[in-house]
């Protein structure tokens, strides 16, 4: 989770704090990944039912068919787990921030650090040192790949729009998100495009579907929609918006949707 930060995630966990129904699971979901040929890319349709979860290792109690876990702190053995039970599995990255508690802290130079993004041991990374980063992710993408991960999801993929520090443009941010999916298809694995709304017509035919923060919240789930028409599923998570208020547009659009905590730990409510 990327977009709620400082006020807004403490109100939204006050919010959550009062709604009912926590339970795991939502009704209607299709349990069903679709089969994938060997060779070929893993193409998620719209509406199908997925858990995120960042907080630490997988919980694999949620039936859903698509699950969307942290690279780093999952291993082979959780992505292959996953995979007897029959979900396909996402692999969490960020690209766009350097942190301070990855095993590869190291290999990112002090030039390519910028300003805090609001998270504890984070700094903006300067998108434009190509030939630094390219090298980091693809290392990163090779974990993902090796591990069995099906896709990726990289993080922080809009830059361009936050303060920085570095006088960063979205044409700057057009090529880096060019980039990270091209060094994910590459390897084999389907690649998602993280919020990054305005920059989504440019890049709807090079990345295999979306992550969503909150666009029910800010009224900007009809700019997701160049993927739904594409048939590639938009994965989408609001933290303080009840459900009643987003599942029916959810479900009008063609989005998987669900209500989570701000800390994307194993609870979960489905539309």
């Not at 919240?217 to 208020?245: D, I, M, S, W």
Request: aromatic share 10%; charged share 30%.
């Amino acid at each position: 989770m990327r977009r709620a930060r400082g006020l807004a995630a403490v109100l939204s966990a006050l919010f959550l704090s009062v709604v009912t129904g926590c339970s795991g699971g939502g009704g209607g979901e299709d349990p069903r990944p679709e089969p994938t040929s060997r060779g070929e890319l893993w193409q998620p349709r719209p509406g199908l039912a997925w858990q995120w979860q960042l907080d630490g290792r997988v919980d694999p109690s949620a039936d859903v068919p698509v699950y969307d876990i942290d690279g780093f702190e999952n291993g082979a053995a959780d992505v292959a787990r996953l995979h007897r039970e029959g979900r396909k599995v996402i692999c969490y990255i960020n690209v766009g921030a350097w942190e301070s508690f990855r095993p590869d802290k190291d290999d990112f130079p002090r030039a390519v650090l910028g300003a805090p993004n609001g998270w504890q041991g984070e700094r903006w990374l300067d998108i434009r040192r190509v030939s630094v980063l390219r090298p980091i992710m693809e290392r990163r993408f090779d974990m993902c790949r090796d591990k069995g991960f099906d896709a990726v999801e990289p993080d922080l993929v809009e830059g361009y729009d936050n303060e920085t520090g570095f006088p960063l443009t979205a044409r700057d941010q057009l090529a880096y998100n060019r980039m990270i999916a091209e060094i994910a298809h590459e390897r084999g694995l389907s690649v998602g495009l993280k919020n990054d709304l305005p920059q989504i017509p440019q890049l709807v035919d090079e990345f295999d579907f979306a992550v969503n923060e909150e666009c029910a919240q800010y009224g900007e789930c009809e700019r997701l929609t160049p993927f739904v028409a594409a048939g590639k599923a938009v994965f989408h998570v609001e933290y303080a918006e009840p459900t009643g208020r987003f599942c029916p547009e959810s479900r009008r659009l063609g989005l998987s949707s669900m209500l989570k905590k701000p800390e994307l730990g194993v609870w979960r409510r489905a539309c």
